[in-house]
């Protein structure tokens, strides 16, 4: 049987450690994989405290932002990837440009597509449209943290605001 990948969206800036850091590190204790973008602030919260289990079976998988190299095609972006990141996936995706139109493709597509769930926890404009996207696929999706983070990114939909539900919304999805 195929090991599930938990999909954790954020900040590139804010760690939220208080809420990224409990949940790698369950995330790891579970034995299921984290994937994220790669980057700083929550995707590095996560994947460091993720890797901070010992024994963990999963792996910490980012689909990193690329720019185009003359030699080797496609290249992550400098700070891409974090030092917490076991298996890096680069692709000739673009990251998702806030002036970009609805239809635009981005690595957003990836991370979404590749997750089995995902967790959003406040973030901006990209992890907006991660929720959009896991909505569009029908991905089971929940937001972690405090609502008012949430609605001043435009979502208004319930936010689960403890570890132990997030727990529980993840059991659920794979029982």
């Not at 990224?20 to 590190?25: I, K, T, V, W, Y």
């Not at 079976?57 to 990141?85: E, K, M, Q």
């Not at 690595?107 to 929720?131: C, F, H, K, M, Q």
Request: net charge neutral; charged share 20%.
């Amino acid at each position: 049987m195929r090991m599930k990948t938990i999909g954790v969206m954020g900040s590139g800036k804010a760690q939220w450690s208080d809420l990224a850091e409990p949940l790698g590190r369950w995330i790891a204790s579970a034995g299921y994989n984290v994937l994220t973008g790669g980057g700083q602030g929550v995707m590095l919260a996560v994947a460091r405290a993720f890797c901070s289990v010992p024994d963990r079976a999963g792996r910490s998988i980012a689909v990193l932002p690329t720019r185009t190299d003359p030699l080797v095609g496609f290249v992550p972006l400098d700070g891409y990837p974090n030092p917490h990141v076991d298996v890096p996936i680069v692709t000739p995706l673009p990251r998702r440009e806030p002036d970009a139109g609805p239809e635009a493709v981005s690595r957003n597509y990836a991370n979404i597509l590749s997750s089995d769930v995902v967790i959003a926890l406040p973030g901006g404009p990209g992890t907006v449209d991660e929720i959009s996207l896991a909505q569009r696929f029908r991905k089971p999706f929940a937001c972690f943290g405090p609502e008012r983070e949430f609605q001043a990114m435009g979502y208004g939909g319930q936010c689960l605001s403890s570890l132990d539900q997030v727990k529980a919304f993840v059991e659920s999805t794979f029982a």
